[in-house]
């Protein structure tokens, strides 16, 4: 099978690509490099299997040429990250939402069957009592006004999207509801807390905690992830669904920085700082969000399988590696 997977050259997209051509499959990749990095695929430069086109999912004529090209659609390009979406709102929620849209129209012309990364983002502060969410699960949205939220409406806004496509006209479609997923080749600049930590207890650099750390969060390791995108594209009773990709452990970010700290031998301090210092006045977070992931365990028996351990030293070794 031959896939285009956009977005590629991203953390996700990139150990996809990796895993699709592992297996045996060829992969398209269309990337613009704005958060995604070359160097993710450079092992895979001159691979026959392997092909990188750079360039935008809002340049709707070369989305219809790629997706024609190829068998089957992967779609990971967004505009990702806490600070990318408050630094740049309009961008950002123009990628996410005329981008997708782009590509469900060039798949459904086609009939090429898709699948879409959305995000828990789009439960915005639902399930901060610690009772896991499922696919069901009512959303809890601050103002549109708020550049914050514009990521969970713009996701939310794709699933819809998606799943008309899919029942008005018969597309393909498979959905799946990341969860905080974290590993190699992640970057921290963007917001994301684990490589975060990691990079700064590997520097000595004091670990900053946003908030009073009371909040948490439950990580998934992107080698788990991955092989449960593998396992649902080749599942037909995933078509028309969406699923929660994540871990159910769940961890306080004040425990997580104690966690990296103790795991690496660090010396760095850990510093709290107020949120509005770091995100701006008015900034609103979720406390708590826990997956429930028995849907998918029941449909392709998937569950992930490596802990924080196994997290946090896969990214340290990575960073060591790239530094
Ligand atoms: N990492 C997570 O924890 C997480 C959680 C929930 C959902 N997701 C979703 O998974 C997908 C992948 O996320 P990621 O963490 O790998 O982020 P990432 O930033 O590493 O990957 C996104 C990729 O999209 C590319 N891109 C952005 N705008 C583009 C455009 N206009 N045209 C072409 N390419 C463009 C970027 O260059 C980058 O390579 C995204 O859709 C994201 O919303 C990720």
Same mark, same amino acid.
């Given at each position: 099978?031959k896939?285009?997977?956009?977005?590629?050259?991203?953390?996700?997209?990139?150990?996809?690509?990796?895993?699709?051509? =592992?297996?045996?499959?060829s992969? /398209?990749?269309?990337?613009?490099?704005?958060?995604?990095?070359?160097?993710?695929?450079?092992?895979?430069?001159?691979?026959?299997? *392997?092909? *990188?086109?750079?360039?935008?999912?809002?340049?709707?004529?070369?989305?219809?040429?790629v997706?024609?090209?190829?068998?089957?659609?992967?779609? #990971?390009?967004?505009?990702?990250?806490? #600070?990318?979406? /408050?630094?740049?709102?309009?961008?950002?929620?123009?990628?996410?939402?005329?981008?997708?849209?782009?590509?469900?129209?060039?798949?459904?012309?086609?009939?090429?069957?898709?699948?879409?990364?959305?995000?828990?983002?789009?439960?915005?502060?639902?399930?901060?009592?610690?009772?896991?969410l499922?696919?069901?699960?009512?959303?809890?949205?601050?103002?549109?006004? +708020?550049?914050?939220?514009?990521?969970?409406?713009?996701?939310?806004?794709?699933?819809? %999207?998606?799943? *008309?496509?899919?029942?008005? +006209?018969?597309?393909?479609?498979?959905?799946?509801? #990341? #969860?905080?997923?974290?590993?190699?080749?992640?970057?921290?600049?963007?917001?994301?807390?684990?490589?975060?930590?990691?990079?700064?207890?590997?520097?000595?650099?004091? %670990?900053?905690?946003?908030?009073?750390?009371?909040?948490?969060?439950?990580?998934?390791?992107?080698?788990?992830?991955?092989?449960?995108?593998?396992?649902?594209?080749?599942?037909?009773? =995933?078509?028309?669904?969406?699923?929660?990709?994540?871990?159910?452990f769940?961890?306080?970010?004040?425990?997580?920085?104690k966690?990296?700290?103790?795991?690496?031998?660090?010396?760095? %301090?850990?510093?709290?700082?107020?949120?509005?210092?770091?995100?701006?006045?008015? *900034?609103?977070?979720?406390?708590?969000?826990?997956?429930?992931?028995?849907?998918?365990?029941?449909?392709?028996?998937?569950?992930?399988?490596?802990?924080?351990?196994?997290i946090?030293?896969?990214?340290?070794?990575?960073?060591?590696?790239?530094?």
């Amino acid at each position: 099978m031959k896939y285009l997977v956009t977005g590629g050259a991203g953390f996700i997209g990139s150990h996809v690509c990796d895993s699709l051509v =592992a297996r045996g499959d060829s992969v /398209v990749v269309l990337d613009n490099l704005s958060t995604g990095l070359s160097h993710n695929l450079d092992h895979m430069v001159g691979n026959p299997a *392997f092909d *990188f086109i750079s360039g935008s999912i809002l340049d709707t004529g070369l989305v219809n040429r790629v997706v024609e090209s190829v068998d089957h659609v992967l779609h #990971f390009a967004a505009a990702v990250g806490v #600070f990318t979406i /408050v630094d740049k709102p309009l961008e950002s929620l123009t990628t996410n939402l005329r981008g997708t849209e782009n590509i469900l129209e060039a798949a459904s012309v086609h009939i090429k069957p898709v699948l879409i990364a959305s995000s828990s983002e789009i439960y915005g502060t639902a399930g901060a009592n610690g009772k896991p969410l499922n696919e069901e699960s009512d959303r809890v949205v601050g103002s549109p006004l +708020k550049s914050r939220w514009s990521y969970s409406e713009a996701k939310a806004i794709d699933e819809s %999207l998606a799943i *008309f496509y899919h029942h008005e +006209k018969g597309l393909p479609v498979r959905l799946v509801r #990341f #969860f905080n997923t974290v590993g190699p080749r992640q970057v921290g600049s963007y917001g994301m807390v684990v490589p975060r930590f990691v990079e700064a207890a590997l520097s000595g650099a004091p %670990l900053a905690v946003y908030g009073t750390g009371d909040q948490s969060r439950c990580f998934c390791h992107v080698a788990d992830a991955v092989e449960a995108v593998l396992e649902l594209i080749d599942s037909e009773s =995933a078509i028309g669904q969406v699923f929660h990709v994540g871990n159910d452990f769940d961890i306080t970010i004040g425990d997580l920085a104690k966690k990296v700290v103790h795991a690496l031998s660090s010396k760095s %301090l850990i510093e709290m700082i107020p949120y509005e210092d770091a995100y701006g006045s008015g *900034f609103e977070d979720m406390q708590r969000r826990v997956p429930d992931i028995s849907k998918i365990k029941s449909v392709i028996g998937w569950a992930p399988s490596r802990n924080l351990d196994v997290i946090i030293s896969d990214i340290a070794e990575s960073l060591r590696h790239t530094h």
